[in-house]
Nanobody, 128 residues
Framework: EVQLVESGGGLVQAGGSLRLSCAAS????????IGWFRQAPGKEREGVSC????????YYADSVKGRFTISSDNARNTVYLQMNSLKPEDTAVYYC?????????????????????WGQGTQVTVSS
């Protein structure tokens, strides 16, 4: 059974940092992608970042470029999202998701429908 477990969320002041983790298990594909998404109350889920397992390519939403960094530890099947210079508008539930057919990531990584499995989410709250 595929499982994705997020951790690392919490309450932080504006300008602070958090590191989210996504531990993946239950699959043996070598070529996949892990995406991070977030959803704030009353808003649609939006793609934040994505990383490809095959070549390590990374993708970011414009709103987080230069502040967030995605990375992976393939030995531990864990993907991280380092979030720096956090802003109140970053407040949301953050989800990681697994794409088992990672094609055309460059143009479509942020489309939620392409992802096959989702974690339960972790709350990030940034106070002003």
């Amino acid at each position: 059974e595929v499982q994705l477990v997020e951790s690392g969320g919490g309450l932080v002041q504006a300008g602070g940092s958090l590191r989210l983790s996504c531990a993946a298990s239950g699959f043996s594909f070598d070529d996949y992608a892990i995406g991070w998404f977030r959803q704030a109350p009353g808003k649609e889920r939006e793609g934040v970042s994505c990383i490809s397992s095959s070549d390590g390519s990374t993708y970011y939403a414009d709103s987080v470029k230069g502040r967030f960094t995605i990375s992976s530890d393939n030995a531990r099947n864990t993907v991280y999202l380092q979030m720096n210079s956090l802003k109140p508008e970053d407040t949301a539930v953050y989800y990681c998701a697994l794409d088992l057919l990672p094609r055309a990531l460059g143009v479509a990584w942020s489309r939620a429908r392409r992802y096959d499995y989702w974690g339960q989410g972790t709350q990030v709250t940034v106070s002003s």
